[in-house]
């Protein structure tokens, strides 16, 4: 049986295990953070819920956004955080929080820069094709290409280090004395017995509340009742325990949607297919918005449709580039990608007017104004390839208010005693609505944010040895 998650006040903790620094959630931010933690001489502890890391970069594409990595300046690209950070607030419209979009873009490239140097993740940059909003290459990948390989690669450097990691360790109570300052944590394990583990402080790299239902229908509604395809671990552990600490929240509109998630297979179809000429079409045989915009809100377009779904209709210009990724390989392998001779063949796929379908592809043309404002390079040409998708909900952007330094702050604006919060437990650089996403914005926050965290632990810590 699974305990509550709740906060906690005792006067005193004691716990077989004492550790300077524990850190809840072993994604790309906990491991980041734990990486970079020892290189600066701190022991820690991570503890993760599942049986492996794994978490919501498992689920992801793996890309993370950074400018003025050493691979990106080797391939020449002309980029910089202030342009960077320009096109994060551009994306949202200029409601993304300042300090964090200006701590984030200068700190990424550092991190990547750290974790090849010292940890062997070899970087490569996606430079076949802009994705929407970014107005450089600056999308660094490892060559499998997938957030699976990216978590495990930091696994396998953690493992290295000998950094302790506990597994099937559920965070459910966090402990705190009078003065809101962090005693230890209680960890669940698989037989519902509570192992404690006390820290002199305590790093959030946990998770968002998509996958709890109570905490959607209180910030994004809109979103209850679309697919959450995103990892069960994003159960609101951080916010719950925020809230009950009186910690300030932020940003909690904020999520990424994806509006290209196949149906019924369940996998993500990468959103080259649009970036490159592909477009939605729904049920009536009619476009429906601009898909050059982005795919988060894409999520909103795609489940307002006739049954909640639509169509990817590309070409084979758009197919050779994507079977460069691998996840879209897996589900084309999987039957997910249908080809249809000719124009009514796919009518007859999609169960609509061809007439009206005709139409549309005629719509898809340079030099053609169109109703939702997006400008083509170029027409499709038969034979066409399809996807049934739906709209669905990856992982919430708002959360714990953090500083610069990803110190959680209460009420006033100030931090707590000994309380740091970043990737999915902390409010992102996403702004106040899922239009604010910029592609990469959730692993940016994550690496960036746990390389923060950990340096200002340092700093805490060892505040005499600290730069």
Same mark, same amino acid.
Request: charged share 15%; hydrophobic share 45%; net charge negative.
């Given at each position: 049986?699974?305990?509550?998650?709740? &906060?906690?006040?005792?006067?005193?903790?004691?716990?077989?295990? /004492?550790?300077?620094?524990?850190?809840?959630?072993?994604?790309?931010?906990?491991?980041?953070?734990?990486?970079?933690?020892? @290189?600066?001489?701190?022991?820690?502890?991570?503890?993760?819920?599942?049986?492996?890391?794994?978490?919501?970069?498992?689920?992801?594409?793996?890309?993370?956004?950074?400018?003025?990595?050493?691979?990106?300046?080797?391939?020449?690209?002309? @980029?910089?955080?202030?342009?960077?950070?320009?096109?994060?607030?551009?994306?949202?419209?200029?409601?993304?929080?300042? /300090?964090?979009?200006?701590?984030?873009?200068?700190?990424?490239?550092?991190?990547?820069?750290?974790?090849?140097?010292?940890?062997?993740?070899?970087?490569?940059?996606?430079?076949?094709?802009?994705?929407?909003?970014?107005?450089?290459?600056?999308?660094?990948?490892?060559?499998?290409?997938?957030?699976?390989?990216?978590?495990?690669?930091?696994?396998?450097?953690?493992?290295?280090?000998?950094?302790?990691?506990?597994?099937?360790?559920?965070?459910?109570?966090?402990?705190?004395?009078?003065?809101?300052?962090?005693?230890?944590?209680?960890?669940?394990?698989?037989?519902?017995?509570?192992?404690?583990?006390?820290?002199?402080?305590?790093?959030?790299?946990?998770?968002?509340?998509?996958?709890?239902?109570?905490?959607?229908?209180?910030?994004?509604?809109?979103?209850?009742?679309?697919?959450?395809?995103? /990892?069960?671990?994003?159960?609101?552990?951080?916010?719950?325990?925020?809230?009950?600490?009186?910690?300030?929240?932020?940003?909690?509109?904020?999520?990424?949607?994806?509006?290209?998630?196949?149906?019924? /297979?369940?996998?993500?179809?990468?959103?080259?297919?649009?970036?490159?000429?592909?477009?939605?079409?729904?049920?009536?045989?009619?476009?429906?918005? @601009?898909?050059?915009?982005?795919?988060?809100?894409?999520?909103?377009?795609?489940?307002?449709?006739?049954?909640?779904?639509?169509?990817?209709?590309?070409?084979?210009?758009?197919?050779?580039?994507?079977?460069?990724?691998?996840?879209?390989?897996?589900?084309?392998?999987?039957?997910? &990608?249908?080809?249809?001779?000719?124009?009514?063949?796919?009518?007859?796929?999609?169960?609509?007017?061809?007439?009206?379908?005709?139409?549309?592809?005629?719509?898809?043309?340079?030099?053609?104004?169109?109703?939702?404002?997006?400008?083509?390079?170029?027409?499709?040409?038969?034979?066409?390839?399809? &996807?049934?998708?739906?709209?669905?909900?990856?992982?919430?952007?708002?959360?714990?208010?953090?500083?610069?330094?990803?110190?959680?702050?209460?009420?006033?604006?100030?931090?707590?005693?000994?309380?740091?919060?970043?990737?999915?437990?902390?409010?992102?650089?996403?702004?106040?609505?899922?239009?604010?996403?910029?592609?990469?914005?959730?692993?940016?926050?994550?690496?960036?944010?746990?390389?923060?965290?950990? @340096?200002?632990?340092?700093?805490?810590?060892?505040?005499?040895?600290?730069?």
């Amino acid at each position: 049986m699974t305990a509550p998650t709740r &906060v906690v006040v005792e006067p005193a903790f004691t716990a077989p295990v /004492h550790v300077p620094v524990l850190v809840i959630g072993a994604g790309a931010c906990g491991l980041t953070a734990a990486l970079r933690l020892a @290189d600066r001489g701190i022991e820690c502890v991570v503890a993760e819920r599942d049986e492996r890391p794994a978490g919501s970069t498992s689920l992801s594409s793996g890309f993370i956004p950074a400018a003025g990595t050493q691979v990106q300046r080797a391939l020449g690209v002309d @980029d910089s955080p202030e342009r960077f950070a320009q096109d994060i607030q551009h994306k949202a419209h200029g409601t993304a929080a300042p /300090h964090l979009v200006k701590a984030y873009t200068e700190a990424i490239a550092p991190a990547l820069d750290f974790l090849a140097d010292h940890h062997g993740l070899q970087w490569e940059v996606l430079d076949g094709f802009l994705y929407p909003g970014h107005t450089r290459h600056r999308m660094h990948t490892l060559r499998e290409r997938t957030g699976e390989a990216l978590v495990q690669a930091l696994a396998q450097a953690q493992e290295r280090c000998e950094i302790p990691l506990l597994t099937q360790a559920r965070a459910s109570e966090l402990v705190v004395d009078k003065a809101q300052r962090v005693l230890g944590v209680r960890l669940q394990r698989p037989d519902g017995s509570l192992e404690a583990v006390a820290c002199d402080a305590l790093l959030l790299a946990c998770n968002g509340y998509g996958g709890a239902p109570d905490l959607l229908q209180r910030f994004v509604p809109e979103m209850v009742a679309a697919t959450f395809a995103g /990892h069960p671990g994003n159960d609101g552990t951080a916010v719950r325990w925020g809230e009950a600490l009186g910690a300030r929240l932020a940003d909690l509109r904020a999520y990424q949607g994806h509006g290209s998630w196949a149906v019924p /297979h369940a996998v993500l179809i990468t959103w080259a297919l649009m970036v490159e000429g592909g477009v939605q079409i729904n049920a009536r045989g009619e476009r429906f918005h @601009d898909e050059s915009q982005g795919y988060s809100e894409a999520a909103l377009h795609v489940v307002a449709q006739p049954g909640g779904q639509a169509w990817n209709v590309f070409d084979d210009q758009v197919l050779a580039l994507a079977q460069g990724f691998p996840d879209f390989v897996q589900a084309q392998q999987a039957g997910a &990608v249908r080809t249809c001779a000719d124009v009514g063949a796919l009518a007859a796929l999609i169960g609509c007017d061809p007439s009206t379908l005709q139409a549309t592809l005629d719509g898809v043309a340079p030099d053609t104004a169109d109703p939702f404002g997006r400008g083509f390079r170029r027409t499709l040409q038969a034979p066409f390839h399809a &996807v049934r998708v739906t709209g669905a909900l990856f992982h919430t952007q708002g959360g714990l208010d953090v500083d610069a330094q990803c110190r959680v702050l209460d009420a006033a604006g100030q931090p707590l005693p000994n309380l740091w919060a970043a990737g999915g437990a902390a409010r992102g650089v996403s702004g106040h609505d899922v239009s604010g996403y910029l592609s990469g914005n959730g692993l940016l926050s994550a690496v960036a944010g746990g390389f923060i965290a950990a @340096d200002s632990l340092a700093r805490h810590l060892q505040p005499e040895t600290a730069p």
